[in-house]
């Protein structure tokens, strides 16, 4: 009995007061880890408080300073039209995150839920979910980026719905397989045979243990859905002039790259700062809540 108790306690996500203390500490221990939390916390920071950080209108037009070379007064130099490259990229910090986040989020609701009925359902209903999953995973995500884009036309929504399509699955797949290994555990019959009903299991018992793995996936997947956003935009097919973004900002760079190489410079450092922050912070959290995945990659 005190067996199934503790593992009742350890599905419900007991856990004693010090858990986040102990956190902190194994976080502390990870420099590549500190070191991404904390451009991880640079990059929201600079989105958050990007109106009181700018030091000109992003999408103002000036002729006079055309292709101007970095100075006290534009700090990261001009664009072709005269816009302020750095409020440019501090205001362009925000389109990259909103999708990133809302993308992943619809991604991670759906998937789960998706996956927590095809683990703990009937045969026949894991066997058309993972058709589909299967289904929506063959076809190329670059086509069926350019299709919808095309059929909707290039803004905010069709790319956070591009993303959020095709990482469905994924998650789904990791929520599936976590439900399954925990389906016929001793602690999950324990409480069928008392009259529980599915979905307290599935909620109560099943859910805090699948999370974890999703969560640490999303922190990893952040680099890349941005790196996707950016890809977009760089190519014309993200969000529409004169939002300020990092992949348009990037795109006028490179266009100029011969005698104005800043401006690619400038496009270019966000992204991969940011890269490099979500990467540092989702591999120390994996190795904190899931060292054995660790060792094994």
Known sequence: MATVQANRAEANGEQGPG????????????????????????????????????THDPIRIMVGPRLAAPSLDFLLGTDQLGRDTFSRIIMGGRIPLLVAFASLGISLALGLVLGLVAGFGPRWLDNVLLLIFDTIRSF?????????????????????FVIATTSIPIYARVARTQTEALRNSEYIAAEQSMGAGTTRILAVHVLPNVI????????????????????????????????????????????????????????????????????????????????????DL
Not at 36 to 46: E, Q, T
Not at 140 to 160: C, E, H, K, M, R
Not at 231 to 258: E, H, M, Q
């Open 19 to 54: 858990t986040f203390l102990s956190f902190l500490r194994q976080m502390s221990k990870n420099r590549l880890g500190v070191l991404g939390a904390l451009l991880v916390v640079l990059v929201f920071a600079s989105a958050i408080f990007a109106p009181l950080i700018i």
């Open 140 to 160: 190329p995500s670059i086509i069926f980026a350019l299709a919808v884009i095309g059929l909707l036309g290039p803004s905010v929504t069709s790319i956070i």
């Open 212 to 295: 974890g793995p999703l969560i640490i996936l999303v922190s990893m997947d952040v680099p890349a859905v941005i790196a996707v956003q950016a890809g977009l935009s760089f190519l014309g097919l993200g969000v529409r002039p004169p939002t300020p973004d990092w992949g348009a900002v990037l795109n006028d760079g490179y266009n100029y790259i011969k005698n104005t190489p800043w401006l690619a410079i400038a496009g270019g450092i966000p992204i991969i700062l940011a890269t490099l922050g979500f990467t540092f912070l989702g591999e120390a959290l994996r190795d904190i809540f899931d060292p054995k995945l660790g060792k």
